[in-house]
């Protein structure tokens, strides 16, 4: 499933780093965009989200 599915999203958790969903005002429109196109999988912890493939890069 894509994160812009998960309406209940609070956490996204990628290999390297954790995107929280309160941090998403301080991205640009790119990345926002990119962040909803990422695959992802719910984990045990309720709102928290692991990557499965993303084209999400950081761009600060």
């Not at 790119?30 to 912890?45: C, I, S, Y």
Request: proline share 5%; charged share 30%; hydrophobic share 30%.
């Amino acid at each position: 499933m894509k994160l812009c599915d998960c309406k209940d999203w609070k956490a996204v958790i990628f290999p390297d780093r954790t995107i929280l969903k309160k941090d998403c005002p301080y991205m640009s429109g790119t990345q926002l965009h990119e962040l909803a196109e990422t695959e992802v999988e719910p984990t045990e912890r309720k709102g928290y989200y692991k990557t499965i493939s993303s084209m999400f890069a950081s761009r600060v």
